[in-house]
């Protein structure tokens, strides 16, 4: 708080003199010089002279007193000697300044008082914040600061800006609320008034300085919005201090330098009363805008932001509220949109205008309030700001009550004369299902009405509820505690009004004050406002179309409240639409139809549907019965809703009343229930037949549902009829009901099958007056099924079932018949096969007596009986059915297949009881095995198999079979055993055997165990088996031996054996055993079956002995040798192997190894060791060697560098290490060293590689000490390639090595990807870089690093040029002081596109250029949707190149501004846009006089009433352009009204008013207002039309304008006159209906006339593409054309693009870059060839000249001389001399008058008849011109010989240039290399490139063909489509009901017309129609822009 208040102890003064008794102190500031002391001086001073006064200033600030400056106020009002006794008062403070104006270069402090104003005591009680009806009263306190702004910025004529901050952000201080406008700001005078208390705009006077100074009371404006609501100098300081606890007010006023700022603070007024110093001071910081240096608190760092925000505005003010109450922050934060919302209903209607927020109005109109703009945000912390403008907001509840209202009520109260009230009543109606009437969630009563006392009424407050009606506003703003109930005329009324009374709840109002009327000083309620409109002296009126009506208001509000109810509340949906139909029973036909049919409605919450039972009311007799149908009057189609209809019902009970009734539907009575209708009608219907009596006189009843057993009888029947009452019947009641019909009972019993119902038995009973109705007993009913037994009554003679339309009584009895006991059986299905112990089950099907399939019921036991079979069963099954289940069968079968039996079924107990079948029965299941031999004990010799026979049997012993029966036989007792199977499924018997059974190492007899078992059949018991193993005889175990002298040494299998490498090993013996240790004897067939792997040749004999072959010991020692003895016969397989290792011999070599890599870069040494190795004979390494041989090595090689080489002995491996390999520089690649040992050597090669990379060069680009040419925007002329390169510029190979790009700020390169990495070979291509920068020379700096060390790297100098190609802006030119009349035509706009060096671009295609124009002004350069677009006008020949002219635009017809901008496609999504042109478009010449809309024919009478001689009333004449437009406002003149006859002969003319003929009216301001009554008893004939002729007469113009004239009918009678009134006004919208009828068929037939046109055209420009196409040869199929010709689009791109790919002949020169549209390029790239030969001899010719660039002027080329330093050679066009120029047609020289002078040889042609120019054509002609003159191209040089010769007889030779590449000079040298062109490549790319191939323009032109024929056909497709559907909808039943309903208005005119008198014609009248006049142009098809005119005028 220090930065602007604090006490006066605190402030660092000096005081200058004492003070004495009269003295004033003053405060002053030297702001002259920013050295100037900051701090402020206090001058005591008592005199009253200002001279004196400056004298003593300059003399306290040692000022010179000739020295300028001046002394001001803080508000910078200069101290003169005129005010100074006014101004410089006690304790003030001034400034020393250099002028008044000057910046206030450092902060001030200005002390202050603001002592409370004495009303601080006397209104202190009215002030107070409270919540009222729930609501928080914090948006109320933020709205006293609105207001405050609202004030504050009324005067301003833009934008009214006010913020509201909520800056809850923690990072960037405490949280706090700030409030800006943007409006006058307060001076520091007007800053401390508003810290003074109590101190309101009307008290402000004296000594007071306010922004209210001289308060003027603001003139009336609608509902009071003038802004004068910052009233009593309360609500500001009460508000902030109310939010928070300090209050930091900034403001600046428009005319200041100076920002004024003022703290308040709790905190600083309790330091103040603690320490006893003065509460009510303090200072106001002066200081100038955006300075926050004062800022010095972290909790204030927001500050900083907000001030420096001042710097652009004029005017501000800023409340800035801390230290808020946390309660309050929470309430921001969380209920930030209802707030908000509550802020939105407060200003609603100064943020909206008078109307408030019309979503559904057409337009908004321009209003003063359209610049309010009041936006609240909230910051916080790590969140998106919510930001909101109260004009955004949509739910307030005055947007609400605007936009749900159908209809409004305005009226006016004056109270106490000056006292003035706007009201307005707003009627929601019920919609469909629901109230309308929006709902206030700050207004709980309408959740919440459980206090409300009368139940009853809760229906009728269902819309608004217990709100009032009536909302307040004071000088337009909301007061919210105040409303208003009802007044009495718009209260419900106590008896029924005209209204239902549910619609007097469904009323919103809004009442507006002025400042006539107290509130309270925080504007939160009114004082007296309810009292005083409702006082009884208060005049109510209403406003009606903005005038007052002088009327009852009660009857009117009534009237219009019941036009409400009827007009927009949709009670009643009729639902379910059946069609529409004609009643003919209503007596008026005009009512009979339409009238559409409903099958049900939705009303109060209930539905009625067709069928329901209703009741009515209000009708004699009251109707009973059910809904028929629903009818609603008018033509409808679908759901609806409506106020009422009508309903049919149908009388019930129908049988007594059989009639319809159609009644309204209100007559329908919604609270009967269907209870009391039903039993109205069930006690009407009791007197019929009800229901029949059934008794069974002889027994035998059946029961309902009864089953019952085939054959069981039913007994009689006796049968009575009776009624509801029990009483018996025989006949039909009374004569009533159709005569006494006698009544019969008809018995009927019907079986129901599956085939249909089937009629068994039918009989009729009559009652015979003694006796009853009787049926006999039925005994035949057998079949079985379901039955019914009916009785029904029916009528005597008709036999008929029901009466009026109501069914007979009748009864029915269902019952069942099933089958009887069981008498017999059969045996059915049984299932195979039958085996022995296997259950089976035998199905019995039981019967009854009539063959019905039964139950067995009895308990009985079957018995079963078969020949040698034992039989057993397990139970017998009783019920559905009957089955002996378990049956089994044991015995002997003898076969697999089985055997034939005999089997006996008896049932003892029926009559049929036995029954044999015939079964096959095969063996059973597996149930043990069978084994042979059948000893215990087997014996076997090791390495046999063993064979068991086995058998498969079942219990009963029999073989036996089944799938998958394999038996398995599993040996134990050793490891490694064989198992046995065998298949038995066959045969059920088999040989169990397998492979031989050996155990290993057996020496003596082993025992085995056998288990023989079926895996498949567990419940089968396994057989065992022991087996004695005994050993085997044969071959078991082979023994080597190696004999040394007489000593054995036996060598074990796998033994290793070291011997001398390259020796024989002699005397290998061996020796074989069996497996009883036994040597075996080798015989001839034992050494048959012995192998060795060391040789293939054995000797048989030897290994007879025992002997093996010589083993050849292997050469190197690497190679140990495997050495394999195997023995293999029929039952064994052995070996016996060892290993021989080499041993090295003596020294015979030595060998170098290169352990790593062989690779060493350039001044580095190798990485790799060299290993040299000392060996034998064999290369085999000798291990004897010691250290000391390392001094017999040397090492030898080309460019080796020995200074680090180092050679040590290596103990581990006996190997000598060479290091320190180098090389000096010298050439890459592979070396060879030398290495010598004693007398052996050895050589190794090495690749030496370049050194570690330490620059970087740039490839491909030569001369980059020069700048490098590159136009803006384009691309490099080739790619960057870079290169790593070492120190001596070897190349080197280094991958990955990051390399950047380093540009300046101002250039841009694409792609941007600055960062690349070299590949494999140390390159890193960058890629051709687009370059985008200013003119000027820019660098690019390549930047690399290798091992962190960073590269010598070159730089690249960018001469950037401007682009000549790329547009950059529109330049539009124009006539900026012409007008622009409606109607008229634009002036020339002429249009060029600049490019980036402010020159023309030229060659652009005018289809790319548009201007579009729309109305109004639009925001920024962004064009709106809906605009007008033109395309420019044809060049014109005298005009330059480059420039596009739109003329003869039309203006358009209505007057305002509107908006031009020009456009240039520059590609299909970039636009170039010009700046925007506003033209403000005026009224064209006037032409007609005019109403402002047209009144209808006025029908008047000469009687005595006014009202009935009023011809017109308040008709205002305007003067119209052609376009109707109002004009002339400048005119002055009068209006002479006259009275005419259209029958001149006619003498009896009416007279107005006074007996008089004419009246002049004064036309001022562009129109007249006119009021025109008739004399009483004036002259005229009855009932005769009258003309109105109003002439004007205006001097200022020089054309006459046509008078206006205006029909009206005259009658002598008053009653008649009524009646030809009623037909005129019929007449009149009869005639404006026809004319929109009229207009649009017009406009309809216009459109269809040009579609066809445009049909016809398409089809033209088809035919034409046709023969084109088939001109190229290309012919079209007649289907599928659009498929076709895109394939043929297809292939010959396809064609093109392979054309194009072929190789051709370029120019590799490159180009200079086209910075400026004056450079044509380089002359290699000017020109191209075809031939060959040609373009190599021309090349070379003009070798010196390829690379000259040609410029258009000599500055041009000078700006490419001083950027390339004078090394770019040039040609500018404009330093040449044509004159001297050939003539490009000329002939060749031996062609001389036409004549040829000589036959020439080698085919001639002058050389620049083989150029072709792709660009520039004109200004290439002239360089080649200039530089091949008449140079000409000839076959060889002995042509050439010959052509000179002969042609320097008759004329001078031009140089001649053979296809062989020689030339003779023009002065005949020729001969030696200066005259020999050298071959093509020699030329360096310099040759002139060949032009694109001929077939691929062919291919472009048929492309380009096909392509506009594939658009031509879709577009003739489109446009017949479009008429066809057009036609299609002019046949429409719609269109064809309009032609119907206009010719039907066109009949009904003309009777009117002859009813009324006057002359009927086929045209409507033309004043009726005279602003829909259009002009229409001559030709049958107007422009689309007139048609849409056209249409918008009809429909506007």
């Known amino acids: 708080m220090a930065a602007a208040g604090g006490s006066r102890g605190a402030r660092k003064s000096m005081q200058l003199s004492p003070r004495g008794g009269g003295d004033r102190t003053v405060f002053l500031f030297d702001r002259r010089r920013e050295q100037a002391d900051p701090d402020e001086k206090v001058l005591s001073y008592g005199k009253n002279s200002y001279r004196g006064f400056r004298s003593a200033v300059c003399q306290a600030f040692g000022i010179s007193p000739d020295e300028n400056f001046v002394i001001t106020t803080t508000n910078r009002k200069e101290i003169t000697e005129d005010n100074f006794k006014e101004l410089v008062q006690d304790g003030v403070t001034l400034y020393l300044l250099q002028s008044v104006d000057q910046t206030l270069l450092s902060a001030t402090k200005e002390r202050i008082d603001f002592l409370p104003h004495y009303d601080t005591l006397v209104k202190s009680g009215m002030y107070e914040y409270y919540a009222s009806e729930g609501q928080n009263p914090l948006p109320f306190a933020l709205a006293e600061l609105i207001d405050n702004s609202l004030s504050a910025t009324a005067r301003n004529t833009s934008i009214r800006s006010i913020q509201i901050k909520l800056l809850f952000d923690d990072s960037n201080g405490k949280p706090a609320v700030a409030v800006i406008d943007n ?115 972290d909790d204030e760092r927001f500050l900083h932001n907000l001030i420096l925000e001042e710097r652009d505005k004029e005017s501000f003010t800023a409340v800035i509220i801390t230290g808020v109450q946390p309660e309050h922050i929470q309430y921001l934060k969380n209920y930030f949109h209802l707030w908000t919302r509550q802020l939105a209903h407060i200003y609603h209607y100064y943020i909206h205008g008078p109307k408030g927020n019309e979503a559904n109005a057409v337009t908004k109109s321009v209003s003063p309030f359209n610049n309010i703009d009041i936006e609240i945000s909230m910051f916080e912390k790590g969140k998106v700001p919510k930001i909101v403008n109260l004009r955004e907001i949509k739910d307030d509840m005055q947007t609400l009550y605007i936009n749900t209202a159908a209809d409004s009520f305005e009226f006016k109260a004056l109270v106490d004369g000056d006292g003035i009230v706007e009201g307005i009543i707003r009627y929601h109606p019920f919609l469909y299902d629901k109230e309308t009437f929006p709902d206030d969630p700050s207004f709980p009563s309408r959740l919440n009405d459980d206090d409300d006392d009368d139940d009853c009424l809760m229906i009728e407050k269902g819309a608004r509820g217990k709100r009032p009606i009536f909302e307040c506003f004071w000088n337009g703003r909301l007061i919210p505690y105040t409303s208003v109930e009802d007044f009495d005329w718009c209260a419900p009324p106590k008896k029924r009004g005209l209204a239902p009374v549910e619609c007097y709840n469904r009323i919103s109002g809004t009442l507006f004050t002025n400042d006539k009327f107290q509130v309270s000083t925080n504007k939160l309620t009114f004082m007296d406002l309810e009292l005083k409109l409702k006082d009884k002296n208060t005049l109510f009126t209403r406003i009606f179309n903005g005038q007052e009506q002088r009327m009852k208001i009660d009857r009117e509000f009534a009237l219009w409240l019941k036009d409400c109810h009827e007009k927009y509340d949709k009670q009643i949906k009729f639902t379910v639409f059946k069609g529409i139909t004609t009643r003919t029973d209503l007596p008026s036909k005009r009512m009979q139809s339409p009238w559409a049919i409903y099958s049900a409605i939705e009303w109060d919450g209930k539905t009625f549907k067709t069928g329901q039972l209703v009741k009515t009311i209000k009708t004699l007799p009251i109707f009973y019965g059910s809904i028929e149908k629903f009818f609603l009057y008018g033509d409808h189609d679908g759901d609806i809703f409506a106020t009422g209809g009508e309903v049919q019902i149908a009388l019930e009970p129908q049988a007594l009343y059989a009639e319809m009734k159609t009644v309204p539907i209100s007559k329908l009575d919604r609270t009967v229930s269907d209870k009391a209708v039903k039993k109205y009608i069930e006690d009407e219907m009791a007197r019929l037949p009800d229901k029949l009596s059934v008794t069974w006189p002889e027994g035998d009843e059946l029961l309902p549902n009864e089953t019952r057993l085939a054959g069981t009888p039913i007994g009689a029947l006796r049968i009575e009829i009776l009624n509801k009452k029990g009483e018996a019947m025989q006949k039909l009641p009374g004569t009533s009901h159709g005569g006494s019909k006698k009544l019969l009972v008809e018995l009927k019993v019907i079986l129901h099958s599956p085939a249909g119902n089937k009629e068994i038995i039918s009989h009729i009973s009559q009652h015979g007056g003694k006796w009853p109705y009787w049926f006999k007993k039925m005994e035949n009913l057998q079949k079985l099924g379901n039955y019914t037994l009916k009785l029904q009554v029916v009528l005597n003679e008709s036999n008929a079932d029901t009466y009026a339309g109501r069914p007979l009584p009748s009864k029915t009895f269902k019952f069942t018949i099933v089958e009887g006991k069981a008498e017999k059986f059969s045996v059915g299905l049984l299932e195979l096969p039958f085996r022995v112990g296997v259950p089976f089950n035998i199905p019995l099907e039981l019967q009854d007596e009539f063959g019905h399939a039964t139950r067995l019921t009895n308990d009985i036991k079957p018995i079963l009986e078969a020949s040698g079979l034992t039989l057993q069963y397990e139970e017998l099954t009783a019920g559905a059915n009957c089955i002996i289940k378990g049956v089994t069968a044991k015995g002997c079968v003898n076969s697999c297949q089985g055997k034939n039996f005999n089997l006996k079924v008896t049932l003892p107990g029926l009559k049929e009881d036995t029954k044999i079948l015939k079964i096959r029965l095969q063996p059973g299941p597996p149930h043990r095995l069978k084994v042979k031999p059948d000893s215990e004990i087997l014996k076997i010799e090791n390495g046999t198999a063993f064979p068991f026979q086995v058998e498969v049997l079942d219990e009963s012993g029999n073989v036996t079979v089944q799938p998958k029966l394999i038996v398995h036989c599993k040996f134990s007792g050793a490891s490694n055993l064989p198992v046995y199977s065998v298949d038995c499924s066959n045969a059920g018997t088999n040989i169990l055997t397998g492979p031989v059974i050996h155990v290993q190492n057996i020496k003596k007899d082993q025992m085995l165990k056998a288990r023989i078992e079926i895996p498949s059949c567990k419940d089968v018991p396994p057989v065992e088996k022991m087996i ?92 140990v040798r495997y050495c394999l003895i195997s023995y293999l016969d029929d039952h064994v397989s052995l070996e016996s192997a060892f290993t021989i290792r080499p041993l090295p011999d003596e020294p015979k070599h030595i060998k170098c190894k290169l352990e790593g890599s062989n690779t060493l870069q350039l001044g580095e040494d190798l990485q790799g060791e060299i290993d040299v190795m000392i060996t034998d004979q064999y290369g085999n390494q000798v291990q004897t060697v010691t250290s000391a041989c390392i001094g017999y090595l040397g090492v030898a090689g080309p460019g080796l560098d020995k200074s ?92 990955n090595v ?82 622009f009349p409606a109607g008229g035509t634009f002036p020339d706009f002429m249009v060029s596109v600049l490019s980036e060096d ?123 352009d052609e376009y109707n437009n109002h004009t002339g406002a400048d005119l002055v003149g009068r209006i002479i009204a006259k009275i005419k006859s259209p029958n001149e002969d006619d003498t009896e003319i009416p007279q107005f008013q006074g007996k008089i003929s004419t009246i002049e009216f004064p036309f001022d301001r562009g129109s007249a207002e006119i009021n025109l009554v008739l004399a009483e008893n004036s002259p005229g004939r009855d009932s005769t039309e009258y003309i109105l002729v109003f002439e004007p007469d205006l001097p200022a113009l020089k054309k006459p304008l046509e008078p206006y004239r205006l029909s009206f009918m005259f009658y002598n009678d008053f009653k008649k006159q009524q009646q030809m009134a009623t037909l005129t006004r019929e007449r009149d919208k009869l005639s404006q209906s026809i004319g929109v009828y009229r207009n649009w068929f017009d406009t309809t037939n216009q459109l269809v006339n040009e579609m066809r046109c445009q049909v016809k055209e398409a089809e033209t420009r088809e035919t034409h593409l046709k023969n084109e196409l088939r001109k190229h040869q290309i012919e079209l199929p007649e289907t599928n054309i659009l498929q076709y010709v895109d394939s043929l689009i297809k292939q010959k791109m396809l064609d093109r693009d392979g054309v194009m790919k072929q190789p051709r002949r370029t120019c590799t020169l490159p180009n200079y870059p086209k910075g400026n549209q004056d450079v044509l390029g380089k002359i290699a790239h000017l020109a191209q060839i075809e031939d060959n030969e040609a373009a190599k ?142 071959p093509m490549d020699k030329l360096r790319g310099m040759v002139f490139g060949a032009p694109v191939p001929k077939l691929y323009s062919a291919f472009t032109g048929q492309i380009d063909l096909l392509q506009q024929y594939r658009a031509a056909v879709v577009k003739l497709d489109d446009v017949n489509k479009d008429l066809d559907l057009h036609l299609r909808s002019l046949n429409t039943p719609e269109i064809l009901q309009k032609k119907q309903e206009l010719a039907e208005q066109e009949r009904s005119l003309k009777l009117i017309e002859h009813k009324l008198g006057m002359t009927p014609s086929d045209k409507v009248s033309e004043s009726l129609l005279q602003p829909a006049i259009l002009d229409m142009p001559d030709t049958p098809i107007p422009p689309k822009r007139m048609r849409k005119e056209t249409v918008k005028k009809l429909y506007r």
């Open 1204 to 1295: 680090n080489l180092q050679i040590t002995w290596q103990e581990s491996t006996f190997t000598m290490r060479v290091k320190g390999i180098r090389f000096k520089p010298c050439a890459l690649g592979s070396k060879e060293l030398c290495f010598a040992w004693r007398e052996f050597s050895d050589f190794i090669r090495v690749n030496l590689t370049a050194g570690s990379p330490a620059k970087l060069q740039i490839m491909d680009w030569p001369e980059l000490e020069k700048p490098v040419v590159v136009i803006n925007g384009r691309e490099l002329l080739k790619p960057l390639v870079v290169q790593l390169c070492d120190q001596w510029g070897n190349p080197s190979p280094e991958p």
């Open 1398 to 1520: 402010d020159n023309i671009i030229k060659n652009i295609n005018p289809a790319r250029i548009s201007m579009k124009m729309w109305k109004g002004q639009g925001s920024g350069n962004r064009i709106p949707t809906d605009v007008t677009a033109f395309s420019c006008s044809k060049v014109k020949d005298d005009k330059e190149d480059g420039f596009f002219y739109f003329r003869d635009k039309v203006i358009p017809e209505r007057v305002g501004a509107y908006s031009i901008q020009f456009t240039f496609a520059m590609d299909k999504t970039n636009m170039l846009i010009s700046e925007q042109i506003v033209v403000e478009v005026v009224p064209n010449d006037p032409v007609r006089l005019l109403p402002d809309s047209l009144p209808a024919t006025p029908t008047v009478s000469n009687v005595r009433t006014i009202t009935s001689r009023t011809l017109v009333k308040d008709l205002c004449l305007h003067i119209m």
């Open 183 to 297: 409006g006058r700001g307060m001076t520091s005078k007007q800053l401390n008034n508003w810290a003074v208390y109590r101190l309101s705009k009307f008290t402000r006077q004296g000594d007071f300085e306010s922004d209210h100074s001289g308060y003027v009371r603001p003139l009336p404006v609608p509902r009071s919005l003038n802004s004068d609501i910052s009233y009593f100098g309360v609500g500001g300081k009460q508000a902030v201090f109310f939010v928070g606890q300090s209050a930091r007010m900034i403001s600046k006023p428009a005319d200041s330098q100076d920002v004024h700022e003022l703290v308040l603070s709790k905190e600083d007024f309790e330091k103040k009363e603690k320490n006893k110093e003065a509460i009510y001071c303090g200072f106001i910081r002066n200081r100038k805008p955006s300075d926050s240096t004062h800022i010095t608190n």
């Open 1298 to 1379: 990051k390399i950047s790009l380093m540009k300046s700020s101002n250039l841009k390169i694409v792609p941007s990807n600055h960062q690349h990495k070299t590949d494999d070979n140390g390159r890193a291509n960058l890629g051709v870089i687009s370059i985008h920068a200013p003119r000027g020379e820019h660098t690019l700096q390549l930047r690399a690093s290798y091992n962190k060390i960073a590269l010598e790297c070159p730089i690249i100098t960018l001469n950037v040029l401007p682009d000549p190609d790329k547009p950059v802006r529109l330049n539009v030119k124009y006539d900026k002081n012409a007008a």
């Open 1028 to 1119: 004695k193993l005994l050993p085997s005889s044969h071959v078991a175990r082979l023994q080597i031996l190696s004999m040394n002298g007489q000593k054995a040494i036996q060598i074990k299998h796998q033994d290793e054996i070291n011997w001398v490498a390259g020796d024989i090993m002699h005397n290998l013996i061996f020796q074989m055993y069996d497996e009883g240790e036994r040597e075996i004897h080798i015989t001839p067939t034992v050494a048959e079956k012995i192998k060795v792997n060391w040789t293939p040749r054995i000797n048989r004999e030897q290994l007879m002995q025992g002997l093996l072959p010589d083993v050849k010991v292997p050469t190197s020692v690497k190679d």
């Open 1737 to 1878: 001899v021309i090349s070379w010719h003009l070798a010196s000249d390829m690379d000259c660039v040609v410029t258009l002027t000599t500055e041009a080329a000078r700006s490419i001389f001083d950027e390339t330093q004078g090394r770019q050679q040039v040609l500018p066009l404009d330093s040449i001399y044509k004159k001297t120029l050939p003539d490009w047609n000329r002939p060749l020289p031996h062609l001389r008058n036409g004549k040829i002078c000589f036959r020439p040889v080698g085919n001639p042609v002058f050389a620049r008849d083989l150029l072709t120019f792709p660009d520039n054509v004109e200004h290439c002609q002239t360089v080649f011109g200039m530089l091949l003159g008449d140079t000409i191209i000839i076959d060889n040089l002995d042509a050439a010989n010959h052509y000179r010769k002969e042609v320097v007889k008759i004329t001078h030779c031009p140089t001649l240039l053979t296809r062989e590449g020689d030339r003779i000079r023009s002065n005949g040298k020729f001969g030696g290399l200066q005259n020999k062109a050298p």
